[in-house]
């Protein structure tokens, strides 16, 4: 026979003991489906409501909580109030007391969310589009879900390379947050590689209006990471300077967007002097090799020149080649979808200014 009173007392004891303990709230269900056994309807509803105020307070601090960069984590990042394995316990008591009880819980669109976002941190976004679909029926008018549905979106069109798709969606998500650098510079690059120069530019001028004046380094990085990768982005391209001289303090090696900043405002001397001095500090890129070769020809240094083109080439060949994650940071390595049009960008355009070579050129995988 069930001891159900008993198992009143020992969830009270539980609950008094530790009154801090956020997981208390596990007793909460098992008193509802006591209190149901022994006929007490009104102490088990109360039960009921304690832990639904509980877990919608959990539920909450995990969805608030949006932590870390979410171009690295996607927003599968958050607090955990208590466990894992605490929530998991917790909703499996409460659905069944909820059955016990007759009571449907509401479906949450921050679970979904949540979900989503999960399914965002592993990369498949196809799923987090799904359940972003079901919040939003659920809460059409939540801002930060609109933002986060658009932004996903963009990465599934993204990974079918339907760039102008992906460049519309990343301006509605940019819409919602207009201080978010990251969306700026990826809808920049959506445009480049739809081959929208056009719009591309009109976002880049639209970058450096809205944030010339910032000092944040990781911000003008990014205004300046869109706007070099085409000569004309700008009518005064010496307008990037200030804002690489704050960006180059982002991070070690930081300097190199300066490096390209001066390469795009014709300083080409102080560009080969940003590259060496970002060189000292970490291993070049094939971003960095490109701009080296062509401020190298810019000024006579036609072998340099080459010499350095040659190095773009077989980073990029040594990155295509790369089969698993690298440890150790030694060897090159793709950092993002991005570039996947940037690098051949910038690639081309050296080859035809050394070489005169307007052909196809090696892209990554």
Same mark, same amino acid.
């Given at each position: 026979?069930?001891?159900?009173?008993?198992?009143?007392?020992?969830?009270?004891?539980?609950?008094?003991?530790?009154?801090?303990?956020?997981?208390?709230?596990?007793?909460?269900?098992?008193?509802?489906?006591?209190?149901?056994?022994?006929?007490?309807?009104?102490?088990?509803?109360?039960?009921?409501?304690?832990?639904?105020?509980?877990?919608?307070?959990?539920?909450?601090?995990?969805?608030?909580?949006?932590?870390?960069?979410?171009?690295?984590?996607?927003?599968?990042?958050?607090?955990?109030?208590?466990?894992?394995?605490?929530?998991?316990?917790?909703?499996?008591?409460?659905?069944?007391?909820?059955?016990?009880?007759?009571?449907?819980?509401?479906?949450?669109?921050?679970?979904?969310?949540?979900?989503?976002?999960?399914?965002?941190?592993?990369?498949?976004?196809?799923?987090?589009?799904?359940?972003?679909?079901?919040?939003?029926?659920?809460?059409?008018?939540?801002?930060?879900?609109?933002?986060?549905?658009?932004?996903?979106?963009?990465?599934?069109?993204?990974?079918?390379?339907?760039?102008?798709?992906?460049?519309?969606?990343?301006?509605? #998500? /940019?819409?919602?947050?207009?201080?978010?650098?990251?969306? @700026?510079? =990826?809808? *920049?690059? !959506? &445009?480049?590689?739809?081959?929208?120069?056009?719009?591309?530019?009109?976002?880049?001028?639209?970058?450096?209006?809205?944030?010339?004046?910032?000092?944040?380094?990781?911000?003008?990085?990014?205004?300046?990471?869109?706007?070099?990768?085409?000569?004309?982005?700008?009518?005064?391209?010496?307008?990037?300077?200030?804002?690489?001289?704050?960006?180059?303090?982002?991070?070690?090696?930081?300097?190199?967007?300066?490096?390209?900043?001066?390469?795009?405002?014709?300083?080409?001397?102080?560009?080969?002097?940003?590259?060496?001095? #970002? /060189?000292?500090?970490?291993?070049?890129?094939?971003?960095? @090799?490109? =701009?080296? *070769?062509? !401020? &190298?020809?810019?000024?006579?240094?036609?072998?340099?020149?080459?010499?350095?083109?040659?190095?773009?080439?077989?980073?990029?060949?040594?990155?295509?080649?790369?089969?698993?994650?690298?440890?150790?940071?030694?060897?090159?390595?793709?950092?993002?979808?991005?570039?996947?049009?940037?690098?051949?960008?910038?690639?081309?355009?050296?080859?035809?200014?050394?070489?005169?070579?307007?052909?196809?050129?090696?892209?990554?995988?």
């Amino acid at each position: 026979m069930y001891e159900y009173e008993e198992a009143i007392k020992r969830c009270h004891e539980s609950i008094e003991a530790a009154p801090a303990w956020p997981a208390k709230a596990l007793n909460y269900p098992i008193l509802a489906i006591a209190h149901k056994k022994l006929g007490h309807d009104t102490e088990a509803h109360q039960a009921l409501d304690r832990i639904a105020a509980v877990m919608n307070e959990w539920t909450q601090q995990m969805y608030e909580n949006r932590t870390g960069y979410w171009v690295m984590n996607l927003g599968a990042s958050g607090h955990w109030p208590v466990t894992c394995w605490e929530w998991l316990e917790c909703q499996l008591y409460d659905r069944e007391a909820r059955r016990l009880l007759g009571v449907e819980a509401a479906d949450d669109p921050r679970l979904h969310v949540l979900r989503a976002r999960g399914f965002a941190g592993l990369r498949q976004n196809i799923r987090a589009d799904a359940e972003y679909a079901i919040a939003l029926e659920l809460s059409p008018n939540d801002v930060q879900v609109q933002l986060e549905a658009h932004r996903n979106r963009a990465y599934c069109y993204v990974h079918t390379k339907e760039f102008g798709r992906a460049a519309t969606e990343f301006a509605l #998500a /940019s819409a919602l947050a207009l201080d978010d650098s990251d969306l @700026w510079r =990826f809808q *920049a690059l !959506a &445009h480049l590689g739809a081959e929208d120069f056009d719009a591309y530019r009109q976002v880049c001028r639209g970058m450096v209006d809205r944030f010339k004046d910032t000092q944040d380094s990781a911000v003008a990085y990014d205004v300046v990471d869109a706007c070099v990768l085409q000569p004309d982005s700008l009518d005064d391209m010496s307008r990037l300077i200030p804002l690489a001289t704050v960006g180059a303090r982002w991070y070690v090696g930081g300097i190199r967007i300066l490096g390209a900043a001066n390469y795009r405002a014709g300083q080409f001397n102080e560009a080969i002097g940003r590259y060496r001095d #970002a /060189s000292r500090m970490t291993r070049l890129r094939a971003r960095d @090799w490109e =701009f080296l *070769a062509m !401020a &190298h020809e810019r000024l006579g240094q036609v072998d340099e020149a080459r010499r350095c083109l040659a190095e773009a080439i077989r980073w990029i060949d040594e990155a295509n080649r790369q089969e698993l994650d690298d440890l150790t940071g030694a060897h090159p390595v793709w950092e993002g979808w991005h570039e996947a049009i940037d690098v051949p960008l910038l690639l081309q355009e050296a080859k035809t200014l050394i070489d005169g070579d307007t052909t196809s050129t090696p892209s990554s995988r």
